[in-house]
């Protein structure tokens, strides 16, 4: 999962499942409403450290504190990768910051 600021434009990086010259199009999906968009990439693919992986800045209004799905079709109309992103104005936003949170509960249990 990627995680953008809110704003027209994001950049997103990926491992192509099919090699090709260019990136046609884009399907975002808001995940809370299921309203899908089709985005015009037009991107010539341009890998990147040692041929690793590519990078595909996708314009949209996307809003704050909202899931996508994508998917990403290159030129030959094959389905290049799905991702999803998260959009936050967090800077340091991460699901845990590395750190485990037990929960604590004051229910007893009774086993035979």
């Given at each position: 999962?990627?995680v953008?600021?809110?704003?027209?434009?994001?950049?997103?990086?990926?491992?192509p499942?099919?090699?090709?010259?260019?990136l046609?199009?884009?399907?975002?999906i808001?995940?809370?409403?299921?309203?899908?968009?089709?985005?015009v990439l037009?991107?010539?693919?341009?890998?990147?450290?040692?041929d690793?992986?590519?990078?595909?800045?996708?314009?949209?209004?996307?809003?704050e504190?909202?899931?996508?799905?994508y998917k990403?079709?290159?030129?030959?109309?094959?389905?290049?990768?799905?991702?999803?992103?998260?959009v936050?104005?967090?800077t340091?936003y991460?699901?845990?910051n590395?750190?485990?949170?037990?929960?604590?509960?004051?229910?007893?249990?009774?086993?035979?």
């Open positions: 999962m990627t953008v600021s809110p704003g027209s434009t994001f950049t997103v990086k990926f491992i499942k099919h090699e090709a010259v260019n046609d199009s884009c399907v975002l808001n995940k809370n409403t299921s309203v899908s968009t089709t985005l037009d991107t010539t693919v341009e890998y990147f450290d040692g690793y992986y590519v990078e595909a800045d996708i314009t949209h209004d996307v809003a504190d909202e899931f996508y799905k990403i079709y290159n030129d030959q109309g094959e389905l290049s990768y799905v991702g999803s992103v998260f936050t104005s967090q340091d991460s699901i845990n590395g750190e485990y949170t037990e929960n604590t509960t004051e229910n007893e249990y009774i086993t035979r």
